[in-house]
């Protein structure tokens, strides 16, 4: 089943040229839609679907600086402050509450990771606390358990996934922009070995500059122009629970289960890290690249089935801009969440809060979380097309960090100075790893 999901309605035409054209409306394109139109740019947002229909809804909602690689983490600082703004400059509601994130554990190991990475934020003026076994119970007493330790980040938060894309949007169309779904991305015009327009379904788009924040799909779309971007999606299940009684946190992560409250009050539910490999052509190209990362989280990682290539978002082929292309053919990603995986999440659930008990499984979804072979996203205009910029590989961090990549996107587009140092996010450090050598950064 799709994940709840608030409707936007689009823009009644397409244009016939833009400034600027984002291709994909997840939170990562409808960020960087609503920066561009913020500066006056004539901006179309296409999405082939619906907006914020696949991982942007499908996500647990953290906005957090908590544990972030260090490259990310100024980005994902940025993105907290623009969470805020957001709301106060639009008068939009995305659900962004900085209602501290709770982190509890047993194992000795990840407190001491966890620690370190304390050591290091408080150099990047971070707000995070270790809490001791009685304040870590004090803080999850809804758990009734007792803990060896924890963390809690206190100016972290989180926002809602069902409310947040279709926010953006309407706030996009409020600017002068425009948002345009059910409109597939065929492909690309060049004019003198640069972009010159952007072919969908239903239409060309003149414009010198367009941004791929496609997602899963991103890779896929590369390979149409010989760009190699390695990609991989790892189908990951969540489900949703009844509101409960009594007070609980509204982010809690623990290594058995993590649980986070919507807007309504209910909650979703899931196992952090745990998903399935779907087989696709994709997946055996980039391997190589991807060994590592798969050595490292073989515990959590399952083999999956025959999702990814109905999908068809991991193809090697080939296609036409005259012709309906596999983004017509499956306008949303919906994969089938994990029979497996709902029950033992359940379980732990309920093991974890035992208020939980008493409440009921409202529905249970997953979606592919689109990685790279670093778990950093790719960033930064394509030398092989210029005038095309990438924005893809989030690798399940894109929705927290999607204001602040929004932004940088932006600045990278219009050629204003970047909010962030853009070059730990270049796609051309996977070159190095594609000869054999995984990127050190």
């Known amino acids: 089943m799709p994940a709840p ?122 707000e995070t606390y270790m809490l001791t076994p009685e304040q870590a119970a004090e803080r999850g007493k809804a758990t009734g358990k007792q803990w060896k330790g924890g963390v809690f ?39 003198a070995g640069r972009l010159s327009a952007v072919v969908t379904e239903k239409g060309t788009i003149r414009t010198a500059s367009a941004v791929l924040a496609a997602g899963a799909w991103a890779s896929s779309f590369c390979r149409q122009y010989g760009i190699r971007f390695p990609q991989a999606t790892i189908r990951q299940t969540a489900l949703s629970m009844s509101a409960p009684g009594g007070e609980l946190p509204s982010a809690l992560h623990t290594p058995g289960v993590s649980m986070t409250r919507r807007a309504d009050g209910s909650y979703t539910v899931a196992i952090s890290g745990r998903g399935r490999v779907d087989l696709t052509p994709q997946l055996l190209g980039f391997a190589t690249q991807f060994l590592p990362m798969f050595q490292r989280r073989w515990r959590s990682l399952a083999p999956g089935g025959l999702e990814g290539l109905r999908a068809g978002h991991e193809s090697w082929k080939r296609w036409r801009l005259d012709q309906p292309t596999p983004m017509e053919k499956m306008r949303i990603l919906d994969p089938q969440a994990d029979p497996a995986a709902v029950k033992l999440t359940h379980q732990r659930a309920i093991a974890l809060v035992p208020a939980l008990q008493a409440c009921s499984v409202l529905g249970a979804w997953a979606g592919y979380v689109d990685s790279t072979p670093d778990g950093v996203p790719g960033i930064g205009e394509m030398a092989e097309l210029p005038g095309l910029v990438l924005a893809a590989g989030f690798s399940g961090h894109g929705f927290g960090i999607g204001p602040g990549a929004g932004h940088l996107i932006a600045d990278i587009v219009s050629g204003a100075t970047p909010i962030v140092d853009p070059r730990p996010y270049h796609p051309d450090r996977f070159q190095a790893s594609a000869r054999g050598k995984v990127a050190d950064f």
């Not at 647990?60 to 544990?67: D, L, M, Y």
């Open 5 to 126: 999901l608030v409707h936007v309605d689009s823009s009644p035409d397409l244009p016939t040229e833009a400034d600027v054209v984002v291709i994909g409306g997840g939170i990562i394109g409808s960020f960087t839609a609503y920066f561009l139109a913020k500066r006056g740019m004539k901006v179309a947002l296409v999405e082939k679907g619906r907006i914020g229909a696949e991982q942007s809804s499908r996500n647990w909602g953290w906005c957090r600086q908590q544990n972030r690689d260090e490259r990310e983490l100024p980005m994902a600082t940025k993105s907290l402050e623009l969470w805020e703004q957001f709301g106060l400059d639009s008068g939009e509601q995305t659900g962004f509450t900085r209602c501290g994130l709770l982190y509890l554990s047993d194992n000795e190991k990840e407190l001491a990771g966890w620690a370190r990475w304390g050591e290091f934020a408080r150099t990047a003026n971070v």
């Open 153 to 191: 980040a206190p100016t972290d938060g989180i926002a809602d996934p069902s409310r947040a894309a279709p926010a953006v949007a309407r706030a996009i169309m409020a600017l002068g922009g425009t948002v345009h779904q059910g409109c597939a991305v065929r492909g690309v015009e060049t004019q």
